[in-house]
């Protein structure tokens, strides 16, 4: 896959699986890992990259004797998943395009 | 290995990036160890689960930029002395002609690596012209009565456009190829520095 694509897939789906509450490093990877397979350091160059970009907000917390960091996503990472909604709606209309030019093909 | 050793593991190999930067993912590593042993891993099974420290320095120093590794190394981590500074402005014309003649002999450097290329693709650009300058000669040739020498000419253009075919491979080959030799450069640079931290 394209880097640049692979790129922008990973960090929208990072963005969704701290969209409706906030969370850490070791439950993104858990929540993502269906989907999309990334190591620990490809997770955190994200991380790094979304919140320069001002797309989530970190904070550190207590957690069972320990510093756990939490993120939480902020207006603009909300923004950054609709976009992508709207980015793929038109990828999917032009990939039914040519998967049933694929088909007709076929039955050619 | 134990999550100390690792983490100590880690952050000697890391010893020669921005300090800021191996502390924040030291502490990311430690945490993400912490988060597999609270859910029922054992320390070793929950550190051999996040990988082995030479691969994760690999893909770290993939992902940082040379510009950020070699600015740690030459900004001073503490405000200069006044005579330091005095010291600094004297010396600029012997150090800043040195700067400026090591950046250029950089500059020049990458010029040659990619003049290789550009010049293939000249080549290449050249061959297309002949190509189609074969089939110009010929048409004038034939307009002047000619057509003995308009063939001979078709016939090196029909020479050049085979060339051309062999030659665009050639460049995009070249390219590809010194793309990947510009890559590895960069990491072998940033290796260096990181190297450098280790001793």
């Not at chain 1, 970190?58 to 998943?81: F, M, P, Q």
């Amino acid at each position: 896959m394209d880097i640049q694509l692979k790129r922008g897939l990973l960090d929208v789906c990072v963005l969704t699986a701290i969209k409706n509450e906030e969370s850490y490093g070791y439950k993104i990877i858990k929540d993502t890992a269906p989907y999309v397979q990334m190591s620990e350091s490809t997770l955190y160059t994200i991380l790094k990259r979304l919140e320069t970009a001002k797309m989530l907000t970190v904070r550190s917390a207590e957690h069972d004797g320990r510093l756990r960091k939490y993120y939480k996503i902020t207006e603009s990472g909300l923004n950054r998943i609709g976009e992508f909604k709207d980015e793929w709606r038109e990828v999917m209309s032009i990939y039914k395009f040519v998967t049933k030019e694929d088909a007709s093909d076929e039955k050619a | 290995m134990k999550k100390l050793e690792f983490l100590d593991a880690l952050r000697k190999k890391l010893f020669g990036l921005p300090s800021h930067e191996v502390e924040e993912r030291v502490s990311f590593y430690s945490e993400m160890i912490d988060d597999r042993i609270e859910e029922g891993l054992s320390e070793e099974a929950a550190v051999a689960d996040i990988g082995t420290v030479d691969g994760i320095m690999m893909q770290i120093v993939g992902e940082i930029s040379v510009v950020s590794i070699v600015k740690d190394k030459i900004v001073p981590k503490r405000k200069l002395r006044a005579w330091e500074i005095v010291l600094l402005a004297l010396g600029s014309p012997i150090w800043l002609a040195l700067l400026i003649s090591a950046l250029a002999v950089v500059v020049s450097l990458y010029a040659v690596l990619w003049s290789v290329a550009i010049s293939m693709w000249a080549v290449t650009v050249s061959l297309a012209v002949c190509a189609l300058g074969g089939v110009a000669g010929l048409l004038l040739c034939l307009y002047l009565g000619n057509s003995a020498t308009g063939f001979v000419i078709l016939g090196a253009g029909v020479v050049c456009a085979g060339l051309f075919i062999f030659a665009i491979y050639a460049s995009l080959s070249l390219t590809k190829g010194t793309v990947l030799l510009a890559k590895n450069i960069v990491l072998w640079i940033k290796g260096g520095f990181i190297k450098e931290g280790e001793k």
